[in-house]
């Protein structure tokens, strides 16, 4: 075991936007506001809370408007995703403050997600990114299938490394790596996470997991190992992507804090208090939520 593991880690909740954008039953917009104020309380800090895309294509979110003034405010960063151009305007409209672009390191999921290639979506990506540092604003990008794709097979961890390398040089705050088919293995995510801590400088690294093959927390200890200190999560296990059949939801965050806090890693969040923003949304899924006995 390394001696060097951090003593802090910052859990970033997904749960109201990548949680909850494959719901096919609309959430109400105030169940919604519940939902991020108990996580708020539950003491997530940073949250992805919805997405201004296109409500033709993501139904749920097609109270992105109405949700983002109702957001908590002593939240440290309310991100938002932008898919494009358009979602971004709405964004700015809106008056946000952080904002997400996503791009997939495979062609094919690309083209399948926003019908575009990784080299088309990159050059609509980069301006925004750089109109959005211009304006003050706090910048993610999201980098999907960072180890695997559906349609692909594995990904060569240069081209994730090189997509990266780009939105660095355009001025990202933070790089979000995504297993999005929750195909990566521990050995893959410490290799690539650490060849990506030489290379993102002041860049915060965030690593996003899901849960397909039940590797979520193994991949989290594997990434600690590498040295990455910010997770993406979502509580309840929530999520997974509508473009890689099969791909469950996210490692949930309630696991995840058990974990780290029993590694003796602060995460100041509350799992009682996450349990309670669980039981908010849990009335309008079609789903059954199971969470382990935690004591």
């Known amino acids: 075991m390394s001696n060097d593991l951090p003593q802090k880690v910052t859990i970033i909740e997904v749960g109201p936007r990548d949680g909850l954008q494959n719901e096919k039953e609309f959430v109400p917009t105030e169940a919604k506001e519940r939902f991020l104020q108990k996580l708020a309380d539950s003491g997530c800090e940073e949250m992805e809370i919805t997405s201004f895309v296109s409500p033709k294509w993501v139904p749920q979110m097609q109270d992105a408007a109405e949700l983002l003034p109702k957001t908590p405010s002593d939240l440290k960063r309310a991100i938002v995703l932008v898919p494009n151009a358009k979602g971004y305007e709405r964004a700015l409209v809106s008056e946000t403050q952080a ?9 094919t999921f690309n083209k399948r997600n926003i019908n575009r ?6 050059e609509a990506v980069i301006p925004l990114v750089k109109d959005a540092k211009e304006r003050g604003l706090f910048v993610r990008a999201c980098i999907s299938t960072s180890f695997h794709c559906p349609y692909e097979g594995s990904i060569d961890p240069e081209a994730t490394i ?5 939105f660095i040089e355009a001025g990202v705050d933070e790089l979000s790596v995504a297993d999005t088919t929750g195909l990566a ?7 690539l996470f650490s060849k990506l801590k030489e290379t993102t400088g002041d860049v915060l690294l965030t690593a996003h997991f899901h849960d397909t093959y039940k590797m979520g927390l193994a991949n989290v200890w594997s990434a600690l190992q590498a040295g990455v ?14 473009f890689a059949k099969g791909a469950t939801g996210n490692v949930a965050t309630e696991e995840v804090v058990f974990m780290l806090e029993r590694m003796g890693i602060d995460t100041s969040i509350s799992i009682a208090g996450l349990l309670l923003a669980l039981e908010e949304v849990t009335p309008h899924l079609k789903r059954t939520i199971d969470t382990p006995p935690f004591f």
């Open 117 to 122: 290639t990784t080299a088309e979506s990159m």
């Open 99 to 107: 904002v997400a672009f996503f791009v997939g390191v495979s062609e």
């Open 229 to 242: 200190t910010r997770f993406d999560s979502s509580v309840g296990g929530l999520g997974g992507c509508p």
């Open 185 to 191: 293995t521990p050995l893959e995510v410490y290799t």
């Open 162 to 166: 090189r997509l990266c390398n780009q």
